[in-house]
């Protein structure tokens, strides 16, 4: 009953009921790990459920009127788009710099770190506890013993990745630690899904850093130690964007501590040309804003989609829309690892390329190392950075985080580290597809049934 009344899903709904009535004890169990969502309780708790989306005539006009002039005419429906779907307003004024894996990255935002005066905000998935995570904990501890305030905000789940617990070794460095959603069983906390896939960084309201990129080692592709290489694009960000991004850290960190206080509000002044805009995804009231958004901008799609993910099992929607951008002679082009640190993700996803080669868009698999990266840009001008994968964990399942970039610079950049991976990858067919054996084609099957909680 309980499916049946609150699924959103159908085919969820569906498949939950025949669980739970083919196996009567395993399916109630399961259920209670795995399907019921408790996000939206907590958060009504904590009172973070009061924005809703406005569709009214009034509201659409004013986020029009909103849009700036310096948007191009073909993305201001766009614009207009994600001016709906997020709490924030479309800013000018940023700059954003491509970071390209922790050779890059770990020292901008470690150098960053030790600049700070006021406030650490840091929030990832994963904290390894390696030479990285030990160093960025270091650096965190001496940031908080000269008067800093260091928050350090870890998913629940994500933070048993590393033993001891990463949670474990930053509090006793003497910093603010919060777990988002930890499972325990006293008192009892069965979300397993639903988990906090944010990875960002606020240093005193002037710069952040978002992306996809996790704390560790194995993103250290020049690290002869590196036992599992994992390439991967992280941004560093300034401008009044920081000030985005400050409020949806907040707003987990209350979730999760049920605590409302916030460090001293910085100015955020302009240092760019760039047009930014935060865009905040997940199963509670922002359920299905990524979707919309990707689909939307697909749709405004002329020229060109640039998509780079590592796990591609996108919903009826995008297929959709990436069908019909094919079909209307725009140009689709996919890149997917062609070893993926998740085998079955991989074979699910092969169960479903067909689709969208059928209609002519171009897949292509990267050859190793493994690529973590998360890339989405149209027709050279519209790009979205951040967590998100485009699976059903991440659209549906995950709270995630990413930045609407407008402006064709930035794209540019974008574009020659995808076509490099493009160009540099083997192209996926149809005849290659629909030519897997029988045995291959069933386990594909079996992954692509499972996809929802892949």
């Known amino acids: ?26 399916g109630p169990v399961l259920y209670l790990f795995f399907g019921l969502n408790r996000v939206r309780g907590r958060a009504r708790d904590l009172g973070l459920t009061g924005f809703r989306l406005g569709y009214e ?31 924030h307003a479309l800013s000018d004024g940023n700059r954003v710099d491509t970071l390209v894996n922790g050779e890059q990255a770990y020292p901008a935002m470690l150098e960053a770190i030790a600049s700070a005066r006021s406030h650490v905000l840091l929030t990832t998935y994963l904290l390894d506890n390696d030479w990285t995570g030990q ?46 959603l930890a499972p325990r069983l006293f008192p009892p906390s069965l979300a397993i899904n639903m ?17 996809g990129m996790n704390i560790g080692d194995r993103h250290c592709l020049e690290l002869d130690s590196n036992p599992r290489p994992t390439a991967d694009v992280h941004f560093r960000i300034e401008g009044p964007a920081v000030a985005q991004m400050r409020e949806e850290f907040l707003r987990l960190w209350t979730f999760a501590t049920g605590n409302e206080d916030a460090p001293p509000r910085l100015s955020t002044p302009p240092t760019g040309t760039l047009l930014c805009r935060t865009v905040a995804d997940g199963p509670d009231e922002d ?31 995008l297929i959709g829309a990436i069908q019909a951008a094919s079909v209307r002679g725009v140009s689709v082009s996919v890149v997917l690892p062609e070893k993926n640190n998740l085998p079955y993700v991989h074979w699910a996803t092969r169960n479903m390329l067909w689709e969208i080669l059928f209609r002519g868009a171009r897949v292509v698999y990267q050859p190793p190392p493994f690529n973590h990266a998360k890339l989405f840009i149209v027709d050279g001008y519209y790009s979205l ?66 996809s929802p909680y892949l």
């Open 287 to 317: 359920l299905d804003r990524l979707t919309m958004l990707l689909t939307a901008a697909i749709a405004e799609a002329r020229h060109s989609v640039r998509i780079m993910t590592p796990y591609f099992l996108p919903p009826r929607e």
């Open 385 to 450: 950075v951040g967590s998100a994968n485009w699976d059903p964990r991440s659209l549906r399942l995950n709270f995630e985080l990413q930045v609407e970039v407008y402006g064709r610079e930035f794209a540019s950049g974008l574009i020659e580290y995808f076509d490099h991976a493009f160009e540099s990858g083997s192209e996926v067919t149809l005849e290659e597809v629909d030519g897997r054996g029988l045995p291959v084609r069933l386990r594909d099957s079996v992954c692509w049934l499972f």
């Open 57 to 87: 005539r009034g509201h659409r006009l004013a986020a029009l009127e909103a849009i700036p002039d310096s948007v191009q005419p073909q993305f201001r429906n766009l614009a207009q788009v994600g001016q709906g779907l997020s709490r």
């Open 195 to 211: 988990r906090n896939h944010h990875k960002t960084l606020i240093i005193d309201d002037r710069i952040g850093f978002a992306g």
């Open 1 to 26: 009953m309980h499916a049946l009344l609150y699924k959103r899903d159908s085919r969820a709904a569906f498949g939950w009921i025949a669980v739970c009535v083919l196996a009567p004890v395993a």
């Open 135 to 180: 160093t960025f904990t270091e650096t965190l501890s001496k940031a908080a013993g000269r008067g800093v305030d260091v928050r350090v905000l870890l998913d629940g789940f994500g933070d048993w990745y590393s033993w001891p617990k990463s949670s474990r070794r930053l509090r006793r460095a003497g910093l603010k630690v919060a777990r988002f």
